[in-house]
């Protein structure tokens, strides 16, 4: 009851602004305008409440940010206990209280999801929040406390961090009282256990070369400089551009990574030397996409797909030189992977390829499937998980050579470079300089394992986009009824054509993907397709 009348209380200081905006809990939670989030992010603290609650106390986390979004935007999502996305059964309540019309409605669907999942109210629950660099960043924080403070929960600010970095927080939290706990629930923590696997993994190797990284102007800046500060310029020497994150206004603003893989082309404030390797961090630091220039300063893209089959190929050498056996790697992708990936790694690597509809909670499941299942989005969002199993096989394999041996302890400290609760840009990032190192690789070395097909990625506005509806991982459309053989039509004509109409989950519009042959075939595919959608 003192529950209710603080609900109640709170709520009337946090209303909903409008009833225009119809709120959905998405692929990413929810995201959008940020004066819109007020009454959004104190429910997602109630709700956040009752699921610590459901889940006997254990941490959830909140992250408030909007990742590549243009400044003005926010969001917010949760994080369950292990570090991974919110079960996807709770999403349908986290859209309930954002659409409650009074706070009298919101209080009764906040006892009616206690009701119906058996919670108890005086049971204990905490929280662990964070938040990116936006402006609308504080203002939000203090929504969600009370939020917070309305459910009794307990509750623990991590302030300013990347949306990786809380993932791992979360789960080193819920693991610290088990036998094998995660890390040090911390930021120093976390600095600490990617320093020192990186330091173990590439032992007897020489220093990566000079690295550029384009840090969005959002928080992976700071970050990166920090982690760069524990490891030491004796490991790793990286130069940061667009770090400015004072200036709010910036964010996302012609660099970071969801502009170099949408333009196919470099970030603001880059001007690169041949052959060197450059990356693009997003505006909360969990993704990342990678590229460099020829001496003609032709640009090419190292992309999601690109980081996916280096660190298949990788992880499939070193298990075979170490003679571990029975260990199945896999990868996971989506409808975006390029053909010219997937074919590399199904017909040249020979490892299992899934395909999963768009958004991390498809991929991670998925890849949980696996003993080593890589995922990636092309968009540069993925990390390798390696099972239980896995770990302690490896563990305790009896090697019959000091190259065996050697191959043993590359994997198990490779397993600690790789952030293993979500992608992470600056643990992809240690990845990938780990793989280059032990192959003796620059860019143009990694990127000959495969040629992209050209390809384009058309936004579509349309009347109404939950009109589009999908099947095969999205790579089909059942509705509106006959579009897809209009479609199959367009891309019989053209060679290595493929091409998929969806609705987006962040924004309200339609995305066509197309891939050909040439560039001017791609783009004239998208184009075809894109008219067939008005
Ligand atoms: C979200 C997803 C990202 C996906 C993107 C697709 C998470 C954490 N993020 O940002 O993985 O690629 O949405 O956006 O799941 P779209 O639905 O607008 O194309
Ligand atoms: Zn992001």
Redesign the pocket.
């Known amino acids: 009851l003192h529950q209710l009348s603080q609900i109640e209380k709170f709520s009337s200081v946090h209303r909903r602004p409008d009833f225009d905006t119809n709120f959905a809990y998405g692929?990413?939670g929810f995201r959008m305008r940020a004066d819109l989030l007020d009454s959004v992010v104190y429910r997602v603290g109630l709700l956040a409440a009752l699921r610590s609650r459901k889940l006997d106390g254990e941490t959830i986390g909140v992250m408030i940010t909007a990742?590549?979004n243009p400044p003005e935007d926010n969001g917010v999502?949760l994080i369950d206990p292990q570090g991974e996305?919110l079960e996807a059964s709770w999403e349908v309540y986290a859209t309930k209280f954002a659409n409650a019309r009074s706070d009298e409605e919101l209080a009764r669907e906040y006892f009616n999801v206690a009701e119906t999942l058996k919670i108890r109210l005086d049971a204990p629950c905490k929280i662990a929040y964070g938040r990116d660099t936006r402006a609308s960043g504080p203002a939000l924080v203090s929504a969600l406390k009370d939020g917070l403070s309305a459910a009794g929960a307990e509750f623990s600010d991590y302030g300013v961090l990347t949306t990786p970095q809380l993932h791992y927080i979360v789960k080193c939290i819920n693991t610290a009282e088990t036998s094998s706990p995660y890390g040090e629930p911390s930021q120093a923590g976390y600095y600490k256990k990617l320093a020192a696997a990186f330091k173990a993994v590439m032992k007897g190797k020489p220093k990566p070369g000079l690295i550029t990284i384009d840090a969005a102007n959002g928080v992976g800046g700071p970050k990166l400089a920090e982690l760069l500060e524990v490891l030491g310029s004796e490991s790793l020497e990286a130069v940061i551009v667009n770090d400015d994150v004072e200036a709010t206004q910036k964010l996302n603003q012609q660099c970071g990574a969801d502009y170099v893989k949408t333009q196919q082309k470099l970030p603001a404030g880059a001007e690169p030397e041949a052959l060197q390797l450059y990356a693009s961090l997003d505006g909360d630091a969990?993704r990342i996409v990678f590229y460099y220039v020829d001496e003609a300063k032709k640009f090419f893209l190292l992309d999601g797909d690109k980081i996916a089959s280096l660190a298949a190929m990788f992880i499939q050498e070193l298990l075979e030189v170490s003679g571990v056996e029975d260990v199945e790697v896999g990868v996971v992708q989506t409808a975006y992977a390029n053909g010219s990936s997937t074919a590399y790694l199904q017909d040249v690597l020979k490892v299992p390829v899934t395909c999963t509809s768009?958004?991390?909670?498809h991929l991670h499941h998925a890849a949980q499937l696996y003993d080593i299942g890589v995922y990636f989005?092309a968009?540069g969002?993925g990390t390798v998980l390696f099972s239980a199993a896995t770990i302690k096989a490896l563990e305790s394999f009896e090697a019959a050579s000091p190259g065996q041996q050697s191959a043993v302890d590359t994997l198990l400290s490779l397993a600690d470079v790789i952030n293993q609760t979500v992608g992470d840009a600056l643990s992809d990032l240690l990845l990938v300089l780990t793989v280059l190192a032990h192959k003796s690789w620059g860019p143009s070395e990694w990127n000959m394992a495969y040629t992209d097909l050209p390809n384009r990625l058309v936004r579509v506005v349309v009347d109404d986009r939950f009109a589009f509806k999908t099947e095969d991982a999205e790579r089909r459309l059942v509705e509106p009824q006959g579009l897809q053989a209009q479609i199959d039509e367009l891309v019989k004509k053209y060679k290595f054509g493929r091409s998929f109409v969806?609705a987006?989950?962040?924004?309200d519009a339609v995305?066509v993907y197309a891939e050909a042959a040439t560039r001017l075939e791609a783009d004239e595919l998208a184009l075809k397709v894109s008219e067939l959608l008005k």
């Open positions: 692929t990413a990742s590549h999502k996305m969990d768009t958004g991390v909670k989005e968009n969002h969806r987006s989950g962040t924004e995305r």
